[in-house]
């Protein structure tokens, strides 16, 4: 009798210990819960997981895409590097100007204007060339000193010589292709300078002004001429000549 109510007992207090122990878990997730910091602290755990997914999924589109595309990233990131450089060199430079081909203009007189197609009848009268029973337009201009002393023949613009030649009725010549396209004819030439393809640079002195058959009772002078492009038209030398 005595042991079947000790079993009894047993059993009845089973429960109360299984139900204590589960308790207690219970207990403690409430504290915890109840702790001011909980719930910041998930927040911020839970967004820097949210943002390195993120920089994943990001980065793994860029790779696909590069790959796609056949473009080397590391190549990519040294071209960005040296575009914001602050040494990084200028794109567009400087156009040369043409300059007149002698020192100072101021010594200098234009004996034989430019023939202007546009201009009225006595403009152009002036700039008419005659010779034997022929008068054809004048394409260039001619300088001369008042003196009629030789002066020295300079480079307009920087270039390569493509022609140096004796011709018996407009004299020496020389020829110089700009690499704009334009082309400088220099003729009624003594003491000539340079030879055939070399290179040189706005105010190189190339000759010395001298005398032809053509243009002979202007003494010592220069005959000058732009033309665009080697056998083209002739233009007005002052549309390109700077005022120094």
Known sequence: MNDQKRDLQNNEEAPKTIEGAQT????????????KWVFPATYMAAAAIILTLMWVYQDAGKSSLTNELGIDS??????????????????????????WPFKDRSELDVVLPYFDSKASNEVRQTAMVEYGDTFTPHMGMDFSRPDNQAFDVMAAMSGKVTAVEKNPVVGNLVEI???????????????????????????DIIAKAGRNELEKEQGNHLHFEVRQGENGQAVNPETFLTSH
Not at 27 to 34: D, G, I, V
Not at 77 to 82: E, F, I, L, P
Not at 181 to 188: E, I, M, R
């Open 24 to 35: 207690k878990p219970a207990f403690s997730w409430k504290r915890l819960l109840a702790k």
């Open 74 to 99: 590391s190549k990519s990131a040294s071209v960005t590097d040296n575009v914001m450089k602050p040494d990084a060199v200028a794109v567009n430079a400087n156009t040369e100007t043409m300059q």
């Open 177 to 203: 292709t700009h690499s704009n396209g334009l082309v400088t004819v220099y003729q009624s030439l003594a003491e000539i300078n340079v030879a055939k393809d070399a290179e040189v640079k706005k105010g």
